[in-house]
């Protein structure tokens, strides 16, 4: 993928640990990616700890490193997170439970040489948004349209967990109290709106392809009835958007998600349901929120990336990849953009 490891090279492996896929990646001092994996998970201990444990080993193998180089090992997990102690609980998708997984000791000692650092899989993904949008040290927040929507914070250059690990939890929060009831007890959370998993109530395929795609692939035809989901989900879209920009007031709110792999077709929609719901609100239209939302480049591994950043101080780490002039910059010569360039790479 890129020139062979300098000798003693130091390497931080990130991890982003979904309930079916891991997600992994090996950088250098760089912040070159040197190697990149994806493997199946496997749940409940001891289970979960291989698939981690050989996605590892996996990645040194390809880039020809060893252990002994490893400078740190990220993991964005779901669940509750205890980051200052390492330990996860309640990843149902995980299986683990009440009882937690203590991360970082397990890791410590399979890996003795890297410092491990365990962070909740949103706040991994605004880490490696910042890094890869190339933002620098801006407040964010990513929103993940998956299977369920949660949202992650990056304050200060700092990921913000919350006192019980549940900030960003903003799919569960109840919009409409008779509306439909949601996986986690409640009656009528934004995540009975907005997720895939609400597409797919509204607009069943016939096909393997995924309920978003098809519903914005009809719409695009032209379907009317496809225009009327698609346009609701926009509504609901734009307005877990503001619940996060009204709440937080952060500088960018980046799109990530299954659903986010939509790419422009689903920007245009949210920015056009933006702009309707500001016409006639003079605070609504004085924060622009149209022009704070942005996309990751597809299959771009966000949380694998911010997950190989903990504890390299994103303050230290983000001006190295964000030394082009702001945001977008192209063409910079700079030889710090290599983890971008990886990425545009990756996606064409
Ligand atoms: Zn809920």
Request: hydrophobic share 45%.
């Amino acid at each position: 993928m890129s020139a062979p490891l300098r000798t003693g090279a130091r390497l931080r492996v990130g991890l982003d640990i979904g309930g079916t896929k891991i997600a992994a990646v090996l950088l250098d001092e760089e912040a070159h990616i040197v190697a990149r994996v994806r493997r199946s998970t496997r749940h409940g201990m001891p289970g979960l700890l291989q698939s981690v444990t050989s996605a590892i080993e996996e990645l040194l193998e390809i880039a020809g490193g060893a252990a002994s180089q490893l400078k740190s090992i990220g993991l964005g997990i779901p669940g509750l997170v205890d980051a200052a102690a390492g330990i996860v609980q309640h990843a149902v998708n995980l299986g683990i439970g009440e009882e937690g997984l203590d991360m970082r000791a397990a890791l410590q000692e399979k890996f003795p040489a890297a410092q491990v650092y365990v962070e909740n899989d949103l706040n991994v993904g605004a880490l490696g948004a910042v890094a890869l949008l190339d933002l620098g040290k801006i407040d964010l927040a990513y929103l993940a349209i998956g299977t369920g929507l949660a949202a992650g914070f990056v304050l200060q250059g700092k990921p913000r967990s919350g006192a019980n690990g549940a900030a960003g939890e903003i799919g569960h929060i109840p919009v409409d109290p008779f509306g439909e009831k949601c996986a986690c007890g409640q009656r009528g959370c934004l995540e009975t709106v907005v997720s895939g998993t609400a597409i797919a109530r509204k607009w069943s395929t016939t096909n393997s392809r995924p309920a978003p795609a098809a519903l914005f692939a009809e719409a695009a035809r032209g379907n009317t009835e496809a225009i009327k989901v698609r346009d609701e989900f926009a509504v609901g879209v734009a307005a877990a958007i503001r619940m996060v920009a009204l709440s937080m007031d952060v500088d960018v709110i980046v799109l990530g998600g299954g659903v986010s792999e939509l790419g422009k077709p689903l920007l245009d929609v949210v920015q056009e349901a933006l702009r309707a719901q500001a016409r006639g609100s003079r605070l609504l239209e004085s924060l622009r929120l149209d022009k704070r939302i942005e996309l990751l480049p597809p299959g771009s591994a966000a949380a694998a990336i911010g997950a190989a950043l903990l504890g390299s101080g994103l303050a230290d780490t983000v001006p190295i990849l964000a030394n082009a002039q702001g945001p977008h910059a192209q063409g910079h010569p700079s030889a710090d953009l290599h983890l971008r360039a990886e990425i545009a790479a990756t996606k064409s």
